[in-house]
Structures are given as C-alpha cells and as structure tokens.
C-alpha cells in the first residue's frame, strides 16, 4: 500500500513539473477522506500550489514551448464554406482581450459567469479568459431550453452571461439571444448584471433606428437579416467590448484548490448537479489522459466532435489538447449536414490523425450504409475514439472497419462529469482490444466491483462499479449542497466513490459498463434523470401522475418512455400529447423530449404506493414475462396498460 503511494505520487509528481506552477505544491500530492463514517468527505490535490490554467495552456505553449504560430483550433462552420483558423499566439491575445473585458465589467477571481454559445472560437475564448481572471465557467448546452438555462443561473448566481445572437446547426435556426433574455426574464429577479452577445450571425438590434433595415417592412426584414432584442442596459456586443480591450493580461494567481468551472449534470433526484473542478488535478488528469489515450504527437490534427456544452467538450475539446499544444478542429455543425457524408469530409479536409466521437453519432451514420464513409480517403486517421455510452459491438465493428479501414485502434473511454478525465480506456498499441469494453483502468485509477451488500468481488464478476482512490480531476462538491455531494456519491458504499454506473469483469479482467443502476437513462449520450423529465410533465394541468422509464432506441441507445394517468375531465388525444412532449422541450430542451406517451389509467404500485417502474419498462417492450409481481397491490392495472401500449420501433 505504502510502495503505491509513492508511486503515485512520483508518477502525477513528475508530471506536475512539465506545467507552470508559480509556487510549488508542499506536503503531499493528495489529501482525501473517502469514508463517510469516519469524517466529512474531503479530496485535495497539490495543496500549497499556485498557478494560473489559461497560463498553462496558452503562454506557456507560446512563450517556453514557441507554439505561438502552430494552429490552436480549425474552425468549420455549419456549412462547409464557413471555415477560420486561430493559431495560439492569436489565441492567447484574443484571451487577453476578452479577460480585460471581464475585468472592466468587474469580474473577480470566484466570480461565476454563465456562457450560453454555439460552437464558435468566441467560446473558448471566452472560457480561457474565465480561467486567466480566476473565474469559474459555467457552460449551458445552447441545445437546453430557457427553463434550464434560468435554472443554472440561479443555483449558483452568475453576474455575467456570454451568448451569441443566434446559430444554425443543419437547418435548424436557434435564435439563442431570443432564448437568452426569455430565461433572464423567467424568474424575476435574476442575478445577471450584463450580457455580453456575439455577433455570429450579423444580426442587428430590434427597433434599431440606425439599421438601414428598419425602412424595410417587417416580413422582408426578417427574411433578410436576424434581428434580436436588446436591453441597452443589460447587453453589450461582444466586438465592440473588444475593440477597446488591452492585449497585455496579467493572469489571476490561483490555488490549485480554486475552481474552475462548475458544470451541470442530471441527477436522479431531479434538480441537476453542480459538479464543481478545481484547477491543478485537473489540469494534470486532462493533459495526462489525452496525451497517452489518443498517443499525441505533434503533428496531430485531433477533432473530437462533442459540444463544448458538455464535459467531453470542456476536457478533450479544450483543456486536455490545448494543454498539450495540440492542433484540434472545432465543429459547429452536425454529423448529417448537408448530406451524411460531413464528418468524413472534414476528416480529408484538415487530414484529421486521430476522431473522438460519441455511439450515437456511429449509430446514427451506420444507418446509411458504407457508400458515404468511402467516398473519402480517411488516410490520415490513425486513432478512433468513443465516449458517452457503451458502443454496442455491431457500431464498434462498423466504426473499426469501414470507418478505420481496419487500421485504427479504437479508444472506448469510459468515465463521467464527475471523473473529469477517462477512467477505464485503452491505450494504442498496448491494450488488446475487445469491440463493447472500455477495457481497463488509467494510470492510477483503482476500479472495484461491488456486490448489492457492498462486498468486493474479484475475478469474473458482475455488480456496482466504484472507485477505491481518488485522483486528479475527481470533483471536489456539487455546488451548493456539499450534503448531496456525499450522499450521491460516498454513501451507498463508505469507502468508495461510487459511479452510479453497473459493471461487469470479465476473465481477463476487462471492465464491461452494463449501464446505470439509478433512475438514469442515457439519450444519444446525454444523461438524463427520469425524475427530471416526469416532474416536467406533472406540471401540466391535465396531469395527475406520470412514471417516465427508459426504452432501448437503435439510434439514440435509449428514449423515454412516458405513462401518464389524467385528471378527470381531461381526454387523451393526440393534441396532449404534442403538449406534453413540448412541455418538456421547454423545460429541459429537445434531446429530453419522450419519444412515447401512453395513456394510464392506473400506474402500477406497490402496497406502500411505490411506482413499479421494473413493471412499466417490461410493458414498453411488451414483454409479457413480468416475474414476481406480488408485491403488486392491484394485479388488474396490468392488462389495460398492455392494451394501451404505443407501438415501438
Ligand atoms: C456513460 C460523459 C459505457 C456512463 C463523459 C456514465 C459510458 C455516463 C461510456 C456519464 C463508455 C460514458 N462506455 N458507458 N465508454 N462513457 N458512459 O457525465 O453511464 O455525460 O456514468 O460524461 O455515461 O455521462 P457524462
């Protein structure tokens, strides 16, 4: 146990000296309590240290590392003739610009700003800038609803918000400024003071007497250009802030403890979670794994397709590559636009080396055959990798032959918001590879197998998976609630930090994610918590109850299933249940919206009045074989739910 730590410590020790530390870490690499019964849960990495994360990944790379003119980000537009280029040194004083705004706008080191953004380089921009003055980001899917945006707003009061006027992603317009101040007006008092909007899509301000466009009539205005609504007191335009911000920036010296973003993932009871990170683990963990994972080399042109919106965007789209130098495309599109043939298009246009893409996105292509993939070379790849969900080993065959060519290894990295950095993965060239397992754990990962008792099992064995050690980029709370923070994840189990994910060992040791254990389902790879979706739904007036469950999808993974039972008085029709589908798009946002919608007339419950969702999963599929149901207070409410089934694909 002792030899471990030392190694341990010697390993993460030895990788700290590649960064810039303004002062070094004293004591040791990490201090933790992971044991609830013994005292408060605590984790902390390179304690002592101080540093600055934007000064790690742009001056650095700029000033030690003469990066300065190799290209930071390829960025390619919604359409393929929209296309820009940012090397680090422009990078880095892009940043320095924006981190002067923030600080005329009065943002201080813990402040939290909210960014709201398509996938545009104003984004990272805006995000660097955040961690040069010591801010913590706060990144909302632009594909959330303005419900969920307002929500993420409050729980932990941002005072700025970046946004941009409006984006396309295929032919889908999203008017997100419109989106934005719906959110900002939701609640009343909102704790926004100012809303800085990127002109991405040459908009001009509602009712603007200058706009040359004012003259038009209305309808042949909007057919000409996107106006937004303005708030001269709340919004200012991001390139005019711009124009007369400072190039020099002195970055905020931070604790390695300190934040650096807070980022908000479903939870099974409902509301979201505020994982918060803090800088120094994480900086370490994102740089280490991207490193060994995709084997970077300089030469890399790595494109990971994920939205910056969500954790795969914020740990291998920005800070793990950029901590490494590392040239990445930043995609604001989608894998189908303008035809099916995009993602590969873009693979021979910039000579992508190595592709971090997500199940549901080879699901989604597999669908359209092989003729699309080859009508491109794909010669430059060398390195696939996956996340979000387990790939089913038919997509994992497809991705490695026709997409690889049967060349390129596949990296099926499993891990979490909460883990920061992959978990279990493979490495190129030393892992054998097996199509559906995430294979084995990263360095210093220390993966268990629990039984329903909280046994360890060794060997071949199937249970809870937990983690037995912290490391690096381990979440350090869930904002503003530290209670949930341990309950979630330290009490099941004392001792363990626990995924919430089940799991399967097989002989040769090899970790096989089975999926979520708790009231979770996984939509094209996006977390969501029935919870979250059924208290939607009951806020509609025609409701009385409502039991959301997950359904197998051969695209998406899963989809929700919804059953409902109505007040009296209220119909079932097909108007209501496009009302209870847009009510939850409004709510949460588009990718929560239930494929299924059944009427019930009963739920089915036990005698102490709990929802039997086992149950109601089994009648979605239409699988008759229910097992025991004794515990079933009214064995009848079956049989009307079966007749009521909605077909399935
Ligand atoms: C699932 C995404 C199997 C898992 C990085 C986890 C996976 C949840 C894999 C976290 C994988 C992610 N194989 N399952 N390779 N990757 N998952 O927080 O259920 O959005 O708990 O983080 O996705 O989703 P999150």
């Keep these: 146990m002792f030899l471990l730590l030392i190694l341990y410590t010697e390993f993460w020790g030895k990788i700290a000296k590649e960064f810039y530390w303004k002062t070094p870490y004293t004591g040791n690499f990490m201090d933790y309590n992971f044991d609830l019964t013994r005292a ?4 902390r990495c390179m304690q002592g240290a101080t540093t600055n994360m934007c000064y790690n990944v742009l001056d650095r790379n700029v000033n030690e590392k003469k990066l300065g003119d190799k290209i930071a980000f390829y960025w390619e537009g919604n359409k393929p003739e929209d296309y820009a280029r940012i090397t680090y040194k422009e990078l880095l004083q892009q940043v320095c610009k924006f981190a002067n705004v923030l600080r005329a706008q009065g943002i201080k080191k813990g402040d939290h700003v909210a960014i709201y953004m398509p996938m545009i380089i104003e984004l990272i921009v805006a995000m660097l800038a955040c961690a040069r003055v010591g ?10 609803s303005a419900e969920a945006l307002s929500e993420r707003i409050l729980d932990c009061s941002c005072s700025l918000l970046i946004t941009a006027d409006g984006f396309y992603r295929g032919d889908k317009f999203i008017k997100l400024k419109e989106i934005t101040d719906e959110a900002l007006k939701l609640h009343g008092e ?13 908009a001009t301000k509602e009712n603007d007497k200058t706009s040359t466009q004012s003259n038009l009539p209305p309808a042949k205005r909007a057919c000409l250009k996107l106006q937004i609504p303005w708030n001269e007191e709340v919004d200012v335009w991001w390139h005019e802030v711009m124009k007369e911000a400072g190039e020099e920036c002195e970055p905020e010296w931070c604790s390695a403890e300190d934040p650096l973003f807070i980022l908000y993932t479903s939870g099974s009871t409902g509301k979201p979670k505020g994982v918060k990170h803090t800088i120094g683990g994480y900086l370490l963990y994102t740089a280490t794994t991207f490193k060994y994972v995709f084997d970077y080399q300089p030469s890399d042109v790595y494109w990971c397709t994920a939205d910056v919106g969500w954790i795969t965007g914020h740990s291998y789209l920005t800070y793990g590559p950029l901590a490494n130098g590392a040239t990445s495309v930043l995609f604001e599109g989608v894998p189908t636009y303008p035809d099916v043939s995009r993602f590969w298009e873009i693979i021979d246009k910039y000579l992508v080396t190595k592709f971090y893409t997500a199940p549901t996105a080879i699901r989604l292509l597999m669908k359209y055959g092989d003729e699309p993939v080859k009508r491109f070379s794909r010669k430059s790849l060398k390195i696939l990798g996956t996340v979000g969900e387990p790939i089913n080993p038919e997509a994992w065959l497809w991705y490695y032959n026709v997409v690889g060519d049967r060349r390129c290894p596949i990296m099926d990295t499993y891990w979490q918001t909460e883990t920061g950095g992959h978990m279990l993965t493979p490495l190129p060239a030393v892992t054998p590879l097996k199509p559906g397992s995430a294979t084995l754990p990263f360095f210093s990962v220390v993966p268990a197998i629990l039984s329903e008792s909280g046994e360890e099992l060794e060997g071949e064995a199937e249970g809870y998976l937990v983690f037995k050690k912290p490391w690096p980029s381990i979440m350090r709370e869930v904002y503003g609630s530290y209670e949930r923070f341990e309950s979630s994840y330290f009490k099941r189990f004392p001792g363990y930090f626990v995924t919430g994910d089940g799991c ?3 002989k040769d040791g090899y970790y096989w994610i089975t999926g979520r254990i708790d009231d979770m389902l996984n939509i094209s790879g996006h977390l969501l918590s029935t919870a979250e979706v059924e208290s939607a739904i009951m806020e509609h007036l025609a409701v009385a109850e409502v039991a959301a469950v997950s359904h197998p999808h051969p695209v998406k993974g899963e989809s929700l299933y919804c059953f409902v039972t109505l007040k009296d008085g209220h119909e079932f029709t097909d108007e209501l249940v496009t009302e209870l589908k847009n ?3 409004k709510k949460i946002g588009p990718i929560a919206a239930p494929d299924y919608i059944q009427i019930a007339a009963q739920l089915p419950k036990t005698r102490s009045g709990k929802i039997m969702r086992r149950l109601l999963r089994k009648i979605a599929r239409n699988e008759r074989d229910l097992g025991n149901t004794s515990t079933l207070a009214d064995e009848s ?4 739910l079966f007749k009521n089934r909605v077909e399935t694909i």
């Design 40 to 43: 408060k849960i605590y984790i």
């Design 135 to 144: 801010a913590v980001h706060s990144i909302v899917f632009a594909g959330f």
């Design 190 to 202: 909102n704790p926004v003071k100012k809303c800085i909007v990127v002109k991405h899509l040459k």
């Design 504 to 506: 399967k060992r097989d």
């Design 583 to 585: 009510q939850v798009r």
């Design 637 to 640: 409410v079956l049989e009307a």
